[in-house]
Each structure stands twice: as C-alpha cells, then as structure tokens.
C-alpha cells in the first residue's frame, strides 16, 4: 500500500462526501477507492469512515486521523514547490474559508477574476460562520474579521472598521420603551444572532469607568443566520446585534435605525491568514498578492458607507 496515496484518497473522499464523489476527483474506479481505504483503516487497525451507499462520516478516530493527514499532505506539497522551484507558476487546488456575507458579496468577485488570470489554479470557497481551524481543515487562507490570538499563522490586515452595531425597525422604536443605555435592552426583545452572542452583549465602558459594560438577556428569537436576523429585525420582531456591512443597506433604505452607537465596542480588524510556510506556495502567494489592494478597496468603501450610517440614537 501507498500510505501517502491512501492518506490523499481518504481525505478526498471526506472532502467530496463520498466514494464516487472521490473517484471522479481522482479519476478512478469507486472499486480502487475503496480498496485504498480499506488498506489504511487495516493499517492504522481502526475504522476511519462510516460508509453507506450515499454518504461517508468520519468516525472519532478518523475526525483525529484525517487532521494529521492533512498536516502531512500540505507538507509534501510544499516540499515538492521548493525541490521543483516553481514559485513562478500557481497551480492545483486552493482553499479558502470566509464568512457568509463578506465572503458571497466581497470576496466572490475577486476570486472570480483570479481564476480568469490563472487557469492552473483551482479554488474551494467555504463561506462559514464559525471559527475554522486552518491546518486541521485544510485551508490554505482565511478572512477573518476580529483580533487575532493566534500567532501561528502569517497575517496580512486589509481593514480595521468593522462596527458591531445594534438595530432595529423604526416600527418597533416607535412602539417599545427608549434604547438611551445599554441597560435598557432588557425591556426589549431580542433577536440573538448566534456569532454575537446567545445571552449577552458587551459595550464600552460608561464614562470615568474602564470596566465594559454587560447586558444579559434571554433571547426572544434566535437565529444562526445574519440575513434572518436582520430581516427580522426589519419586520419589527425585536433589536438585534450584527456587523455593520451586514445592516447597511437595510439603513439605508429606512428598514433599520441603528441606536447605542455611542456605547459600541471598537471596530474590529479584517485579516487574511494562511498557515506558517503556505504564503510561499505560489497559488498561496498569487491570491494574496492579486485579493489584497482590492480587498483593502472595497472594505474602506464598506467602512465609509457604514460609518457614514451609523447616528446617534434618535431615542
């Protein structure tokens, strides 16, 4: 048995969610598929993958095993790129993980022209909203927006405006009690976007104070998608608490009023991260050097249209 070879076609085939999915990436037989499994689950002595007719899931072992695999692949191609010195050449597969909205309406088109300026290389775009482990998913670069704790990787910042911003229907202004202090959200209903927090927001500190300021609630309505929650926000069921390119347009159009934005937190960071040692694989490289001035472009356009947006609370 090849193991490394085996390690690609397990990987694949999770990728690709099943056997035949893993055959026609790989052009092979389902039948040679499967063979290269079963000799690295007899090798390793475990079963790595639950496999019916029509799906694949990962046993626990295999949820551990296939973290190290992917570690391994990346190295070996990176040793491959340097022995061959084709740093001049972008090519093969390129994974990319964003949020939803930034990565569906900003960082899209950009992908879309990169792949125009270079046939050789293929893209994998995952828009998630949730924190995406890079070298355990196999992700060659990451937007992230917020501060970075991770030291690990190499970051590139490509803005530094993204408000999080508290919202809700002028309808449901109207007919509720004043949004003046954070503490007044507790009179209200929310509308918990799951990324910005189930049971409580924070705020910056209250004048002469250094301690930020908490509210607790219980959720009225909670969602794990920012256009549910700012649509339904927009139909007056409640206030809710999203970035500001994701409101702006609905502020624009009258559907949404920001208010406490004298209490928001401060802005936020935008980075584009890759993995210590990926930034000089060339299809790495290429896409920073080609998604980074445009990117930076169409954040700072982001900000200005959002900062522009964002009023004190009419109360």
């Keep these: 048995m090849d193991r490394i070879d085996a390690m690609r ?44 007719t029509r799906s694949l899931k990962l046993s626990d072992v295999g949820q551990r095993y296939i973290a190290v695999c992917r570690r391994i692949l990346v190295d070996l191609e990176e040793a491959d790129i340097i022995a061959g010195s084709e740093r001049a050449s972008p090519r093969g597969a ?25 046939p050789g290389v293929s893209v994998r775009l995952h828009m998630l909203d949730r924190f995406v482990n890079l070298i355990d998913e196999g992700v060659d670069l990451a937007l992230r927006i917020g501060n970075l704790a991770d030291s690990s990787h190499i970051s590139t910042k490509i803005g530094g405006d993204v408000r999080r911003v508290v919202v809700a229907s002028p309808r449901y202004l109207a007919s509720n009690p004043k949004i003046e202090e954070p ?38 309505y909670t969602v794990n998608s920012v256009r549910a929650a700012a649509a339904s926000a927009a139909a007056g069921v409640g206030v809710t608490r999203l970035y500001s390119y994701h409101i702006s347009e609905y502020v624009k ?63």
Aim: charged share 20%; glycine share 4%; proline share 8%.
């Design 253 to 315: 159009e009258g559907r949404l009023t920001i208010v406490l934005a004298d209490a928001e937190p401060e802005p936020l960071p935008v980075h584009l991260l890759a993995p210590h040692g990926r930034i000089s694989v060339p299809k790495v490289r290429a896409f920073v050097d080609h998604a980074v001035p445009r990117l930076r472009t169409e954040l700072a356009r982001i900000a200005a249209e959002a900062n522009a947006l964002i009023i004190p609370n009419i109360g």
């Design 9 to 52: 076609v397990f990987v694949v085939a999770v990728d690709e969610g099943s056997l035949a999915g893993a055959a026609r990436k790989l052009k092979r037989s389902p039948t040679a598929i499967s063979r290269a499994l079963n000799a690295l689950e007899h090798h390793v002595g475990a079963e790595l993958l639950h496999r019916t």
């Design 94 to 118: 390129l994974t990319i993980s964003a949020p939803p909205i930034l990565g569906e309406e900003i960082l899209r088109p950009i992908v879309d022209e990169f792949l125009e300026i270079h």
């Design 183 to 220: 503490s007044d959200l507790l009179k209200h209903q929310i509308v918990a976007f799951s990324n910005f927090g189930l049971d409580s927001w924070s705020f910056k500190p209250a004048k002469a104070s250094s301690i930020p300021r908490t509210v607790h609630f219980s959720p009225r």
